[in-house]
């Protein structure tokens, strides 16, 4: 294309006129809420993809593959039984502790996996990040659909455990599908909140494992809370213990699951509260999440 | 006119012959933040609670002003090399412009969303090549359908099933030069309006350097900008017509190929 020989236009506009002129946008520049969610929707089969892509990979390098799966919750509960159940006997008081103890590890771990993950989605994934251009909300959707994934698998090893503790298979049991609806609602919110810290505070993630913890602690996943409730005289702590949302999601499944699990507030209470946290964290955060689109893969 | 309505493919040009701008760079400042420039210990649980607590910025955070005041046009059709010595902010310049990277003073303007191919861009290391294809297209915005339909040819292109199957091992058995050419094989499946070349293609074999400069034209043709990065005067030399000269910083030449990379070549043999 050679230079015509006429005057050019263009020649006398500043770079910021001559940019405005032919349309061009500022590199970078956030797209609006709806388009935001638009072009996430477009991205579904990428999520998915991802998500698979990332179950098989954490397995590959192990002999036993994709066995691990299975083994790892299995080893998982009959760790903490044997700490919890059979040295210390904690059960006291708890039917089929057994039971009680798999459902808290199994959904506790849902949700501190997605967190975890969560945290290291975008600056643990910046090479393809800055390679790619994709809606960055993509990643801990993905991390969340992963980690559902394994709770599913979880679930069935769960149903195993049940069974052979000698629970009744009664409809009540298909509570549990709305109840991880639920948490993975609050799961996804909570990883797309976290993946934008994690991306500024790279300090987070050594900070994760002490946080989780704690929060493991106050979850009633090892004993029941209602020991808190006896040692927190404040009628406004006692309603914090009660309100923590992992306590809610992990009652409800026991709920479901176990004919005489003790809950510690009444079931329509514990569904109202269940879709308050996850309507609450699954819309927070991803408005949190897309108000810094922007700023992922920089510095 | 008539001729517009029968092709798909944009032109390089509006109908009275003006050269459509794809980026303008207008008086960029780039000042990047460095990570983990501390002494090792420094990064403890505890002094990491310390630091969120107390909101004192960590210590092992360092500044570098990468781009001191860049400012270019660059149009459809055209091909620009950047060159210049190791940490002249070439690769900075690059991030800049994918917007990846903010600019602290000017401003950056662009046609789409431009896509940086460089050597770091990490797929999943523990996935076989044909599944991070899948990935990597999809990624791209490609339907599934689309992907099935491409993923062949781009595993063809990218030739590593030149030496048996690698298509199905785990990437992390790559060589370096593997993994490059299919890291570029994908990003230039798709047609982008600003394509950003960083030092991707200087790790292939010299086939499939052919190939991919090959590819390259491809990609201008269909009306779109590409810039590449690269200490290889002879790729610059034979991919792109203009070339941009920057040394730290700041832009010491911009202009056809043939002159700057004569200018440069008398910078870097003086010293």
Known sequence: MAHTAVADPDSGLTQAQLAARYGLS?????PTLAAYTRQLWTYRHFIAAYANAKVVASFSTARLGRIWQVLTPLTNAAVYY????????TQAGIPNF???LCVGLFVFNFTSAAAS??????????GLIRALHFPRACVPL????????????????????????GEPITLEWLLVVPAVALQAIFNAGLALGMARLGAKLTDLRQLMPFVLRTWMYGSGVLYSVDKFAENLHNPVLVAVVHANPLLVYIELVRHALLENAPLTSAAPRLWALAAIWALL?????YLYFWRGEQEYGRG | MADQTTTTRPTSTTPDGRRIPTVVVDDAHVIYRVHGAGSAGSNTPANALRRLVSRVPSPAVREVHAVKGVSFTAYRGEAIGLIGSNGSGKSTLLRTIAGLLPVNKGAVYTQGQPSLLGV???????LPGERNVTLGLLAMGLSPEEVRRRAPEIIEFSGI???????SLPMRTYSSGMSARLRFAISSAKNHDVLLIDEALATGDRRFRRRSEQRVRELREGAGTVFLVSHQIGTIRETCERTIWLESGVIRADGPTSDVVAQYEEYTSGK
């Open chain 1, 117 to 126: 993950g969560g945290v290291q989605a975008i600056s643990g994934n910046l």
């Open chain 1, 281 to 285: 964290i699954g819309v927070g955060g």
């Open chain 1, 82 to 89: 044997l700490i919890f159940g059979v040295i210390l006997n």
């Open chain 1, 142 to 165: 993905a991390v969340t659909l992963t980690q559902l994934q394994h709770l599913i698998t979880a679930m069935v090893v769960l149903v195993g455990i049940v069974l052979a503790t």
């Open chain 2, 161 to 167: 099933n030149e030496r048996g199957d690698f298509a």
């Open chain 1, 26 to 30: 500022f590199a970078g520049a956030r």
């Open chain 1, 98 to 100: 057994i039971a009680y």
């Open chain 2, 120 to 126: 770091n861009a990490a797929l999943l290391n523990d």
